[in-house]
DNA sequence: TGTACATCAGTGAACGCGCGTTCACTGATGTAC
DNA sequence: TGTACATCAGTGAACGCGCGTTCACTGATGTAC
């Protein structure tokens, strides 16, 4: 959560001019979604966090939807970014390299909970924001890349759909991530941990496949 | 969404006494949350709604939260019930049976988005509403004896702790709901109903444990 | 290198709004006798 | 059956609050010459 302002080194503000509003009202949009949800956070606040007036925003977005809208965009391009570096490229081994995604996809979830929410919590129509819908489109597409690649080592004549396959996991871990990473009335305790879950699930799916060793 | 109230019958208001103030107000949190989501619903505007003065509800409720945990107290006892009504006791085939567990919970999120949205949604803590733990826990106990049952199919040697099945396929239909039934940022188009998208993870997951007709 | 000027990114005061919550109150209902 | 009274479930006016948004403004920055 520090601001990287250019000329600003974190000492605070340094006159008329802040120099990185735009970066600042991010992070405090960032800080306060991570405290109270998407719905939890307003424009005047992430204006007084950042030290500004609250018209000062509006210079920068148009609304406080623009800004949740650009939060989220970020969130998928970190996300995306996670989640590839966790695949990479299908090495060591494709079965092990998606089980890595996985755990990736938890992880985000656990460690960037405010990005998270943007993502998935808030009530952003994606049709108004086509740069949302695009980065939201970039991460799945990691998702589903990897999944083509493992369903690749299928025999033919039972080979699934690889774009199944991707939503098969995607909602496995976005379900764990909802239900059990994060806080809601349905919340349980775990008899494990979250990521032993997920990665357990993965593999009895792809044993089902006959990949992974399933003995 | 209509108020049944006992003298009423839906004519409207008749006089100072409303008859069935608390019944109508859940019923237009009801609708509130399904217009706007959990976050979006105010105790004044359900007053109006219900036709009363912004300081009726105070009589009913302590405050929103407590009238949005009734809400989804009411929902999980819903979902409780239409869970073991599709499960029906193992009835006439245990796999089967599953599956249908698998559409109730689609169905319900499909046909009930704002008791869902009250459920898994809101910011509640579950903590602050111990009869809200106790609903879900009744939702999540149906599906936990399906899994056991199930499971118990399985030949000892490899047989799963039905606890886990139990958190696997609702973590599944949780994600699948959340991300493919519900508007959400991330939300994607399907290739296929989310009820079949829905099976067929469900029933390879049970294949990959012996189960289901894996020819 | 210096000056004039355009542009940019903030200010701060103001507005109308809806919300949550309180309060003394009052109309309606039920009950004891 | 009738009356007195307690209780209950609403009223409506009022309060303080924070929000979104606008506006004319002004200080700071950058650029042309």
Redesign the pocket.
Known sequence: MSWSGP?DGGSG??????????E?LIDAALELIGAKGPAG????????LA??????????F???DALLAEVAVRGFDRFATRLAKAWNEGRPEKVRAFEDVGRAYLAFAREEPAYYAAMFDSSLAAEAHPDLQAASDRAFAVLRDAAEQVAAMVPKARRPPALMMALHIWAMAHGIASLFVRAVPARRKLPMPAEDLLEAGVLLYLQSLGLAGGE
Chains 1, 2 share one sequence.
């Not at 503000?13 to 735009?22: I, K, Q, V």
């Open positions: 000329s503000r340094r006159g008329y001019h802040h120099g990185n509003l735009r600042a956070f307003t424009i005047a606040e992430a204006a007084r030290g500004v007036s609250p018209a000062a925003p509006y210079r920068h148009r609304d406080a």
